[in-house]
């Protein structure tokens, strides 16, 4: 029995923005995204309704997460509790969710202006790794106190799974945070000379947090973190993937979306009207393997022609396997007409 997620249960004050206006008639087509995403999902805690209007991010997160697997193919045994999916098939594994939120008193995800873009990277693009690492390092504990010990999960793979949501615009960043925290790989844009060939990449070993403290990065470049076998990755799992999905061809929307350019280090842009806009549940997400995995997982569980996939050879060269048109950023431009226009309110639960 599929959840319903878009009965209000918490009083109005405390849903979060972006589903106070989803419940209301005019985003029908991006609720029945949601809605499909969530057929099979089971509320196995009986606190994720609440905890979805509250924070919405993170529940969003995990309803994208058990679509994909569905379009995998992967089974979930929704017996469990912990982690936040037990994944059959032929190498069975757990996979536990996570969002990249905002420092203590950092800005949220949501609501910004032009004021919010950046237009230094490189301190942008520092500030989201450190995000993404702290996540990381929250999930690698939790793995070892309370889910390594659990019958269904003793001795296979576990993954990590992360969105971005640190900032506001956190999914400008594209990927340049996550090779970095993962990897150790930083492509450099700011110091890249107009015109080169290729963009300026160097290794990275650590990210400074404050003027005293670094935060180690390239966590799979060695065994330290080798209970991971790999993390899956997004900064699209937004409210613009919602639209991008809605079947809602009459919506006065411009999509821009940025992809590789395999004759410049210029990205191709394409800008498209919603009706001729076109997106995959899958574009834009990452797996990334973990070369010191004491149980790797096979990348052929995870073949799919819209997905990147990226593995260390045996040399060390980081590879990236994607499609040519791969999704790296999109960003969309709503035009509202002013004479229909309305405020969003949320609704209140019914007593």
Known sequence: ????IFRPVVRLERQHPVFQMLVHPPHSPEREVIAAWAEGFNDRDGKFVQEFQMTFESGLWELYLHAALKEWKLPVDMRYHAPDFVVGGGVPFGIEAVIAAPAHGGKPSFGYSERDIPTEFTQFN??????????????????????????????RPFVIAIASFDRPLAHLAAFRPILAAIYGVYHDEDITPKG????????????????????D???????????????????LVTWGKLRALADNPTAKQIFTTLHPNSDSIEAKVRHTK????????????????????????????FAHPRIMQATVAADGELITDA???FLLVRMVQALVDPGTAFRHVGLEPKK
């Open 1 to 4: 029995m599929t959840i319903d």
């Open 126 to 155: 520092i500030e989201s790794t450190l995000r993404i690492c702290n996540s990381f390092d929250g999930k690698v504990k939790r793995y070892h106190k309370h889910y390594a010990g659990l019958p269904h999960m003793v001795d």
């Open 196 to 215: 080169a060939e290729d963009v300026v990449s160097y290794n990275v070993a650590a990210a400074p947090k404050n003027e005293t403290v670094n935060i």
């Open 217 to 235: 990065l390239g966590l799979f470049c060695d065994d330290t973190y080798a209970d991971v076998s790999a993390v899956f990755y997004s900064s």
């Open 323 to 325: 499609p040519d048109d």
């Open 274 to 301: 919603k009706c001729d806009y076109s997106e995959h549940l899958m574009d834009g997400l990452c797996v990334l393997h973990n070369p010191f995995a004491k149980r790797p997982l096979p990348k052929s569980m």
